[in-house]
Structure formats: C-alpha cells, structure tokens
C-alpha cells in the first residue's frame, strides 16, 4: 500500500514537471519567433539589442590592453582577465571590443562552448542524485531564463556555474579538485565565498581551510598574472559603480531578483502612482523591506541555531539558503539565479515545501514576461540579426512576480533547515531517553523486599 502511494505520488510528480518544463521549451519556442519576426530577442531580455556577448567582449579588450581597473574601473577580479585572454583571440582587440566582436571567434566559441559545458555537467550532477528527473531539470536549467539571458549576455558567470557545479556536486571523487573548483567560482564571483559558511557551520575545518586557501592562492597567482586587481581597487570601483546605479531607475528593476530594486524605483522620479495609484506604492515601500529583512533573519537564525547543533541541517539546505539571500538582498543580476535553481534542483518532489520551491525554480525559468505599459525605446542596430529595431519593453508582470518566487524559495530552505533541526534534536532527546531507561536502578530507589 505504502508503496502504491510513492509511486503515485512520483508519478504525479513526473507529470507536474514534464508540463512546467514544456512551459520552459514553449517559451523558448516563443523568443525564437520574436526573434526571427521582430529582429531582437523579447523582455526580459535586455533591452540593448546591440550589445549581445559584450559582458565577454568588453573586458575581453581590456584583457589585451592596459588600464583595466584605472582607466575602465573594473569590478572583475583578476582572473576573469587571465580566463579571457586564454579563451579569446588577442588579435582582434586592437581597436575596440565592438570590433572585436565580430573578428573574435575563438571568444564566441568558447561561450557557446561553455554554455553546452554547463548543461552536461548540470546533467551529470542531477543524474548522481535522480535519474528519472535529470535531463528534465538539466535542460530546464540550461534553456530556462537566467541561463540564456547570461548566454546572450555572454557573461562570464557561465563558466563559473561549471566550476561551482563540479564544486558542489559528486562528479568529482578528489577533495582538493573540489578546493579548486571553489575556489575558481569565489575568485570569478567573490560573494560565493558565503557558500563556504555551512562548512564553517558544520564544523568542518579542513575542508574550509582547503578550500579557502586555495582561493587565495589562486587569487595571488591571477593576481600577478594581471599586474593589477587589488581588494582595494575592486572596492572603489564597485563603490563608484554603485553610486551610478543607486537612482532607482526603471532599468533597475528590468530583470532583477531583488525588491530591494523595485522599492529604490518606487521612490524615484518615475511618474509609477500614475499606472498604480498612491496608496498601493505606500503599502509596498512598507510591506517589501519589512519581508526582505524577515527573510535575511530567518536565514541568519537558522544558521546560529545550526552551530549550536552541528549536523543537524544538510549543508546543501544551507547553500542553497545563502544562493536566494544573495539574489533577493542585493540582485546581482538575473543571470546569476542558476546557482540556486541547480540548489532547488537537487531536491526530490516530496512533501509540500520541496514541491513549491520546485514549482517556483521553473516558473522563474519561463522566458516570458507580460507588459504593464510600454516605455518607449529609440532605435538600436540588432547583432543577431542585422537590423534597425524598436524594442517593445516596459513595466512587466515578472519584475514583480520573480523577486516574489525567489522568496518564496528562501523561506522554502528555512522551512527545511527549521524541520531538520527539530527532528534532529527530538531524535537526540529521544535517544537520551532510551540511555536513562537502562542505566541501572540506583539502590536507594530500588523496592523493598518488603
């Protein structure tokens, strides 16, 4: 009978998943149309039709010329200098990185290269856990959103999900592989150095100092590589770039994970209570941060309450945790949501909050958004296609609904932390009871013969 109800629900499951995934492929289906109808790929994707692969041709130029982090005030860290200058053609970066573009195909190869690389080893990574879902969720993954908006964008973040993946995953059997693929995904994307907090929670020392010294060894020698790309440096420029980006524009929250975006756009100069009316705008610049800071404490506590009881909450749990706070405290870009969804991937389909998380982790990967109202665009030149554009983009459904699924996936790992640690301590409590009940009778409370 048990048995019965496993295969069901597994089935069901199945099933609930193969049409979320065939939501992914029809939206996929859609872009290609918009794409070949309208000459540039539709909202979300970004509104500069122009600028497609340039995140892998822009500091592609610098790689090959001086002045990357006075002159270009770079934020990359030095490795992405060193990665590019392997994976790109210097010849062609003598003028500009448009040029460029256009001549390098050594770089536009390695990006698609990379792109195929991520899905095989995301393939292989969910296949050691669940096969029967595996190439479901590999390709959902792969052809889902965030990761072709980072393939369009050619952002570096792709070859670093590789390295995080084989990090974080069983393909590799060798711990110091595992402390070098750490430590290349913390060196190109420094705020996954918190991935590395459930081993200081969990106590696992060697791993934590395998792992983080690895990254500074390979920050030094990327370091001396590139001349250049000192914490100091990076911090300055990412502090100049901030002060540009905290305006609260309507481009903040173009595709971004965070509400933190959409409350800096509420109270910015964009005429928004014109579409909405006052009182809603009101509601939401109350409501939105009081929930982001509920998360980011729920989050923190959880991870307290983990220390104090070491093993009591998978470290996956808690990476995956960490993965949703970074992207719905900050937004770093909608791109780098493929570090959770491989998290949310791992999970089965059991129990209610697996299966939200999971519902949600699709739902985010749907390459569709619905527009609210336009906001009109000039004219731009589209790479893919060679042709003079207008782009229909605006003030979508999706930048409301997909900071909201990624909090929805947060609070889900702080259910499952919160669940693990109370069965974790009534399972101790439970065999502390056994423990008393045979210790033996103290004398004095023994029974009188009497």
Known sequence: MLADRVRSRFTAGLIVESVLWALIMASVVH????????????????????????????PGYWAHNPGTYDVWQSVYPPISFVFLRLFSDGACYTSSAIVARD?????????LGFWV????????????????TALLRATALMLGLPMLYGLERGNLLIPCYVAFVLAHSRILKSARLKWLAHAVAINFKPYLVLTLLPLIVQRRWRWFEGAGIATL????????????GSPL??????????????????????YATSFSSMVRFINSDFPIAYYTGSKILEQLTFFLPLLMRASQAAVVICFVLSFLHPGAIRARYMTG????????SSSPSGYAQIFLLFFVFMEPWRGPTRITMLISAYLVSISYDYRIF?????????????????????VAIGQFVRPALLLVIQFGYVTLMILSLVRSVR???????????LLPMSPDLAPSGG
């Not at 001549?103 to 990006?111: A, K, N, Q």
């Not at 990076?234 to 929250?253: E, K, P, Y």
């Not at 945790?321 to 719905?328: D, F, N, P, Q, R």
């Open 103 to 111: 001549c390098d195909l050594v770089g536009r190869t390695s990006i």
């Open 217 to 228: 060894v390979l920050y030094l020698i990327t370091y001396a590589m590139q001349g250049g």
């Open 427 to 437: 399972r101790k409590r439970a065999r502390e009871a056994r423990r008393v009940s």
């Open 321 to 328: 945790a960490i993965c949703a706070m970074i992207l719905t």
């Open 117 to 132: 690389l991520s899905g095989v080893v995301t393939f292989l990574a969910l296949r050691r856990i669940d096969r029967s």
């Open 31 to 58: 872009v290609v149309w918009w794409l070949l109808t309208k000459g540039y790929l539709p909202q979300p994707f970004i509104f500069f039709s122009f600028d497609t692969f340039m995140d892998w041709h822009n």
């Open 374 to 394: 336009d906001v009109l665009q000039p004219y731009f030149d589209s790479w893919l296609t060679g042709r003079s554009v207008q782009m229909e983009v605006g």
């Open 233 to 254: 440096d990076i911090a300055v420029n990412t502090q100049a770039l901030a002060a540009l980006q905290s305006s609260g524009s309507w481009s903040d929250i173009y």
